[in-house]
């Protein structure tokens, strides 16, 4: 399996991040992103962090955790070609490196491998949103 990194986003980085998220299969109810101009504007927002997902060193997607009605979220792109398992390791190491619990996510209903990952991390269904589903990883207790 490739090396896989979450790293800050740089400027040299959003080209790539931005052809993964323009790429990828996943959508995104809580984030439209039409062009390169508003992929910047949206990653340059205060309630956005967004990481480079790096698989051997080069830019294989983008990992971001946002706030969405004052509760946490993450969403994740990886380019289609990316070797098999980058998904669900970019979106463990984002769950390690996001401390707030509850964390959410909103899935496509019909992103039925998206599903699969964030049932293996731990995440439930918590709600139905149309044609969305959120899924949410509760608070573990110590």
Known sequence: MAHIDLRE??????DAAFDAVRDSASSWPRAT???REAFD????EDRVAARAVVADGAIVGLAATLDVDD?????????PGAVEGVATEALRLLTVLEPERPLY?????DDDPSHAVLAGLGFVEDSR???????VLPPTLE
């Not at 509760?71 to 380019?79: F, G, Q, S």
């Not at 996510?105 to 209903?109: D, M, S, T, V």
Request: hydrophobic share 50%.
């Open 71 to 79: 509760d946490r979220e993450i969403l994740l792109a990886v380019t």
């Open 105 to 109: 996510a909103c899935l496509a209903a």
């Open 33 to 35: 992103i039409e062009n």
């Open 41 to 44: 504007a949206w990653v340059a």
């Open 9 to 14: 986003l740089t400027d040299d980085d959003r």
């Open 129 to 135: 949103d149309g044609d969305d589903i959120v899924y």
